[in-house]
DNA sequence: GCCAACGTTGGC
DNA sequence: GCCAACGTTGGC
């Protein structure tokens, strides 16, 4: 059982459009990094809990909890030619990209990133990190409670 | 829209 | 296998 931290643009998943899912399930669709594909595809355990962020907005933050409920499969979205996560590269006999699905837990308090940079107890976050660009990583069991305590102050 | 930081590609 | 050039991410 491990934690994560997965990024999403509001603007094409949401953790309200996670919600309104079939299932309150979506794939992962879209990671083109070895290392974020990686951890789907070996790391992850079908009931890990991942927190759900919120990127490349407004304002960034952790916006819910989800479930990672899937196997890894293949992308899809690698064969399709006008999706802008084609990968002339990639052909069906070997994928390159694969990914999970995951499954709406919680919508939360929103924890704006400018906040949980505040927290001393997150400082070594990977989400933190200087640079950090990696959409999906792990999260130790002291940062997800420490985060679990600040969703709970706030509500 | 800018730009820092990082990842990937491809020539050598 | 190095590394320069380029592309992408993502906060601001």
Redesign the pocket.
Known sequence: MQYWLM?S?PDEVSIDDLARAPGQTVPWFGV????ARNFMRDAMQVGDLALF?H???AE?GIAGICEVCSAPYPDETQFVADSPYFDA?AVRESPRWLLRDVRFVAKTPYLT??EL?QVPELATMRLL???????ITPVTNEEWACIQKLMMERQ
């Open positions: 990024k643009e083109r990094n070895y290392q962020y990127s490349g907005c960034p590269k990133l400018g940079r990190a200087r640079g950090n660009r990696l959409s």
